[in-house]
């Protein structure tokens, strides 16, 4: 028993040896990337040229897993030299000038200036309700959805040309046939119904 304790160790000395040594990546492909560049993308992932081809596992690339801005990362060997790298990014939906968010919540650091002026606006007092705010971003983008204001009792939403109040995204899904059929320049949800203002 003990003999084989010492070959099987012996073997995967040498196994790992020669993993080390050959093959060594010299290709590496990488797609699915818009916010963080080629470059940025393999420093997260600690993967470059030279490396020993069957060390590049999920497991070498946790860092690149673990960044905010990434969902999800595929790493496939194309033996014997070439590496592929497929990201999937969060991209950002909503911010209050400071804060930035994905749909899913995650706060999303370093976003230029220029990208946050495109994006949804989200204010409010009271206790925070972002994650409710975050759930009418896809319900109302399409009509052009600008600022979510937040209040204890409910949701002021400004679209192009006209406001929308909520007090709850339930009563929003409730009556939002009766909220999408509107064209006031004001409509206010209530949970026995939708009225409209034109003024």
Partial sequence: MRLFVIMLFAFGSLLMIVTRLTP???RIEVSG????????????ADVKPGDPFLWVTSWRVAELVRDPWITRVRITRHWPHTISIVVWERK??????????????TVLPEVDARVRAELVEITGWGLPRITEA????????????????YTPEGFEIQLPESSLYT????????HWGAVVSQEGRRVAVYPWGVSRADD
């Fill in 24 to 26: 060594k990546v010299d």
């Fill in 33 to 44: 990337n818009e916010h963080y560049s080629r470059d940025e993308i393999l420093a997260l």
């Fill in 92 to 105: 950002p939906v909503a911010t209050d000038g400071e804060t930035t968010w994905a749909q899913d919540g």
């Fill in 134 to 149: 975050l759930e009418l971003v896809p319900m109302l983008e399409p009509f052009g959805l600008q600022v979510i204001s």
């Fill in 167 to 174: 007090p709850s995204i339930r009563a929003l899904r409730d």
